[in-house]
């Protein structure tokens, strides 16, 4: 093997801190303020090793993507019946529509928070429909381009959460303790099921398989295999470690905010900020915007990813061939057109914490219809070649 190359690994970055979205999206964000209200620090230990799952889901997924040349939708286009290929495909299609319900939820949530209340949650919806598109179209400039603006947007979820994290203060020795000593209540059973199903999320499995194959490498040459294989690995562990460190300070906040508080209970997306304000106030920017703008940059940045994910499950499994534009039109209203229905009849913070608790439920549901096929194929030599995974996974 060729020795490590800083320049090489910086050719490399990209794809992973992509990928790493899915785990900061606004379900998630979701998950970690009920977690950390309703458990306190107890379930970190559980995050952190969901986000090590994950990232091993993820390396397998990049795996498959760059020894095959092709994404896990494709090859399951290829690999399996059709009753079984559509099967899996609408499996695909329910767990990417309550993720992108979550997104735009989230943004419009974000919106209004930034508005003072002025825009509602329906026309959250709507701006957000419509600048993800202006986002996309960025990729007309060069992935480069597009994926910059995804480092701008992960930083100011990073700067957002830890300057909440730095005006609460939370306690060290609790926080190590919840990170070290594995402890679960009954009573924090569906809290646990849903950050084990907000960090693993089926569509991100089908995105990364398909995100890796944005720089020149060809399947059939080994070495080159190998090594975007070790640069991947490398940037797609740090964009992890980078996402769980973001998920601990939003948990570890609300922990010492309202864990055993009467506020416990009733805390989601849209009021925590207002909780926050009122706890903690805030310094010359108040912590309720501080809340809006990490909410609003966690949720656009994942509904152009989960755009991304709907084009290539779409195309992947019914092998579609459409315009840029309009495949991405018609994903985006599988996730707007429901979301709107739940914007106007469900406009109250109660409701829409419930719907998203339960959303989180639903992707620890359908983790195995993405899991299964990506460890069958990726195991398959016909397959990887010497790529497959075994009982002794094959050295990168």
């Not at 849209?270 to 966690?298: H, T």
């Not at 709907?310 to 495949?327: A, C, D, E, S, V």
Request: with cysteine.
């Amino acid at each position: 093997s060729p020795p490590f190359s800083w320049r090489k690994l910086w050719l490399f970055t990209g794809p992973g801190f992509l990928m790493s979205i899915a785990f900061l999206d606004p379900g998630n964000l979701e998950g970690d303020l009920q977690a950390g209200a309703a458990a306190g620090d107890t379930l970190l230990w559980l995050l952190m090793w969901a986000t090590a799952m994950g990232l091993l889901v993820q390396l397998l997924a990049a795996r498959l993507g760059v020894a095959t040349g092709r994404h896990l939708a494709e090859l399951c286009r290829d690999e399996y019946p059709d009753w079984a290929r559509r099967a899996l495909w609408l499996m695909a299609e329910v767990a990417m529509v309550g993720a992108d319900i979550q997104e735009v939820i989230g943004s419009a949530i974000a919106i209004k928070i930034l508005s003072n209340g002025y825009l509602p949650l329906w026309a959250g919806v709507v701006i957000t429909a419509l600048d993800c598109f202006i986002f996309l179209s960025l990729e007309n400039y060069g992935v480069r381009k597009l994926e910059a603006v995804f480092a701008v947007l992960i930083a100011t979820m990073a700067v957002s959460f830890a300057w909440m994290f730095t005006d609460t203060k939370p306690n060290g020795k609790d926080l190590l303790i919840g990170i070290l000593v594995p402890k679960l209540s009954s009573k924090t059973i569906r809290q646990a099921v849903g950050v084990v199903g907000c960090v693993i999320m089926p569509h991100n499995v089908f995105l990364h398989s398909a995100l890796v194959q944005s720089r020149k490498i060809d399947p059939k040459k080994e070495y080159q295999v190998r090594e975007a294989l070790r640069y991947y690995s490398i940037e797609s562990t740090v964009a992890l470690a980078i996402s769980f460190m973001i998920n601990l300070f939003v948990t570890t906040v609300f922990a010492k905010g309202f864990y055993g508080s009467k506020e416990a209970g009733s805390i989601g997306l849209e009021n925590a900020g207002q909780y926050l304000q009122e706890k903690f106030g805030g310094g010359f920017l108040p912590i309720l915007y501080i809340w809006g703008i990490g909410l609003l940059a966690a949720g656009q940045s994942s509904t152009i990813t989960g755009t991304y994910a709907g084009q290539f499950i779409m195309g992947g499994f019914l092998n579609l061939r459409l315009k840029k534009w309009l495949r991405a039109l018609i994903t985006r209203s599988f996730a707007i057109v429901p979301t709107i229905i739940v914007a106007l009849f469900f406009d109250s913070s109660d409701a829409l914490d419930v719907l998203n608790e339960w959303l989180n439920v639903l992707q620890s549901i359908q983790i195995p219809f993405a899991l299964i096929p990506l460890i069958t194929l990726v195991s398959k030599e016909q397959v990887m070649g010497v790529f497959r995974i075994g009982r002794k996974i094959c050295s990168v």
